[in-house]
């Protein structure tokens, strides 16, 4: 359907209420969801949503009001709505943080997908998820296999006052299994693809490259593996991580700190503040040289990718490291402006309900020219981590400690035994100048988060860290077990 | 939209289904946050949706589809899917009949018509108290005032029929000194029970009392963690006293029921009907709730089900479903952790070396069997030395197991709530000791 009548009245409502910027965006969400659960289909869902949400602008104060009433009536009382919550920020304001957007465009954008995952008969899905859970039950000790598909269409269309009328139409697709194996007072899991699973745009074809069938069987057998397996040791050891736990390093400790609102403060009360601080910026070493990441908001298959971000700006690629050292953010147009910059399109919505604000989206590592196998060569004492199962990070993320499902043991060069339980812990920049080397690009992968949590109230975000494996040295490892 | 309407609606689904078995939920929520930062609002929203779910179930097979197209087309498109995916699914053969309900009574306090009724002008004054404090300290202050009134009404074609309206109002206070900060926090039903200027003096007075900090040594600490901070930890275990955690071998009660895991002096009870986060009565299949004794004295009494869990195993349904398709199993989503003996204040009094701790942060599990969690102290943490606060600490990491912590804690006299009446946890401030620290910070 058309909304454009729809959404000048909505504009015109909140100037003549007193707004003095307006954008409304529309949205027609549809989520399918299929898991198959120790040999049944435990989900089998399909949800659809429609509504909208109005940012209105009065003296530099923000207001932002969503619904689903698609009458005139529920549009004009909306948008009143967005512009009366708007002035009663502005009439306690002791400072002006919003600023209107400055460029229009009018424009579409549609995800490229090689072959609709609606096409493919519902029975074929349900069948290749039961199958790929029937596989990682290897031994009884398996007591729970999960895999699981998502598939998200997003076709929405952004108005503003200045002009700009922009539709998209996005297609995010994912999939994952996970084995969870229980012995003697130790329970193990092992998930595939990462942690989370194969994440990105796209179509069907993301199914087919997670490969889950080719890789339950041994997915199940390492997770019963686990549980006889040593314990991961504790020290200082040279590390090795997958590149699936890369992506979500890149994605709590830079990621997270680099997005200008929270450097500013606007995270404080919740998921904290940032050390990346402005004073920083051009100066700080945040990585070795090796240590290059972008945010390309325009990457094929990246599950972040856009036209346009919920702001109305065209999605570009900007540097956040270069060669180690700090010299960008993510940003909107407010906190953009506050450094004297532009901004680079990282202003997201979890759905129609929710206000835009900074997200992550494609934050990227580029790769380096080691090939994976090289990695291991002059390591003399290290492990091997694969897929993350525990993460945590201080407010200001410097310190963590993640832990990973599976650790391999390497001795003088040679990957080796299974270890359980390996974690590792740090501070952010002594850890990522300790990086000394990075998989080449045929073991990169556009890893994608689609569970990223942010703002009051939570909003869900879908960000993609693009990463290969990667080396570090001297790494405080075991972590919670006796480390 | 009021409970009759949303009844009206659900039967009028109801009847479109051709289905052996059909379930219907409706509901609707109004939400508004007014954010600030700096000592000025920079996030102001407010966002109302009514939205509607069918589970329709032919033989042995299950759909579920989820709209909030309203129309009379959108209502049909929503049951034609919900039976086309039914259609198409494979038999699960431990399937249940769907739950015949019955009688629920919705405590008192649940909705308060002021909340529900909240301007952003209300919350705009909330706020404005938090800035002057603030101000009063040269201090600056982020956080947030909330209201929100929503409300759901489930039926099913076995006869259950339950309808339930809540309202929740909260603020969430950190304010910042120059090195230092600290945080408070309320809830409750009814937004007149939320003193914001309050909730801003304890944050300012934690900043003031944490301020220079110094650098304490990781390791064993007794330790006192105020209910913000207890309870956020204590979230981490409520998964165990799953049915399905339990059945699958994940949960540290999988030993069985009848054993004692925790120490003497603790009591644990799922209870949706406590005075201070009165909440549903009835789970998300329409099934009343009982209120239920997890922990009695450290022994582990009860799980909690829903129909699936509860046919499964042979017990009876409890009625802690969530919303169908769930693949997470039932779940207890109002803890109440008994109260000890004594006021906080003495707990501190008879610590000779220890910290006290506001609140947590970034708490994850570690090792599930064992609950071992890790995490990060935050906004207000204070060395305590011959029975009394001597001064603020730097933030530090922690490793701990909650089963270990529970085994050795004493309790504070006085109940807390955190959490929205959803899923609200009420605590005690506890006296743990030998709390493991692994690393600290410089702030």
Known sequence: MSFDALAQRALDTAAKRGGQYADIRFEVDRTERI??????????SDTTSRGYGIRALVDGAWGFAAGSDLSDAGIDRTAARAVEIAKAGAAIARSRLGEPPRRAYNDTFVTPIKRDPHDVPLGERVLLLLDAEKALHVSPQIR???????????????????GSKIEQSVRQTGSGMEALAVGEGDVQSRTFPGDIGLYKTGGWEIIEQAHLLDNA??????????LTAPQSPSGTLDIILGGSQVSLQIHESCGHPAELDRVMGWEANFSGVSFLEIDQLGKLKYGSDLVTIVIDNTLPEGLATLGYDDEGTKSTVSDIIRNGLLVGYEMSNDTARTIGRESNACVRAQSWEFVPMIRMCNLNLLPGNTPFENLFDDVKDGIYMESNRSWSIDDHRLNFQFGCEIGWEIKNGKRGRILKNPTYAGITPKFWNSCDAIADERSWVAWGTPNCGKGEPMQTGHTAQCAAPARFRGVQVGVGYGG | MDSAHREEVAQRVLALSGADETEVMVWNERSELTRFTHNSVHQNVAESDVSIKVRAIIGKRTGV???????????RALVDRAVEMANLAPEDPELPPLPAGGPTQTPEGAYVKDTGNASPHLRAQMCDAIFKTAEEHDYWCAGFASTSEAGVTIVNSNGARASFDGTDAAVNVKMNASDSSGYAEGFNNDVNRVDARAIGRTAAQKARDSAHPRTVEPGEWTVILEPAAFGELFTYVSSHFSAQSFDEGSSFLSDGLDKKYL????????????????????????????????IEDGIAKNIVTDSYWAHKLGRSNTGHALPAPNAYGPQAMHLVVAPGSKPTNELIAETQRGLLITR?????????????VTGMTRDGTFLIEN??????????????????????????????RTGSYAYSVVVPAAKIQGFKFSSGTDF
Request: charged share 20%; glycine share 8%.
């Open chain 1, 217 to 226: 069987q041994r997915i199940g057998e390492e997770a019963v593996a686990l």
């Open chain 2, 65 to 75: 589809a989820t709209t909030n197209l309203m129309d009379e087309s959108g209502l």
């Open chain 2, 263 to 294: 120490g003497d002096n603790v009591t644990i009870t799922d209870d949706y009907a406590h005075p201070l986060a009165p909440g549903m009565p009835f789970d998300f299949e329409g099934q009343p709730t009982q209120r239920l004794a997890l």
């Open chain 1, 144 to 162: 729970v296999g999960r895999a699981w598909m998502d598939l998200w269409t997003i076709d929405k269309v952004f108005y503003s006052s200045i």
């Open chain 2, 387 to 416: 029975g009394a606060l001597a001064g603020g600490v730097r933030n530090m990491r922690f490793n701990h197991s909650i089963i270990e912590a529970l085994r050795s804690c004493e309790f504070a006299n006085a109940l807390h």
């Open chain 2, 360 to 372: 947590f942060w970034y708490i994850r599990t570690v090792d599930q069997k064992k609950a071992i």
């Open chain 1, 35 to 44: 898991e198959a659960r120790n040999g049944v289909v435990a989900t089998l």
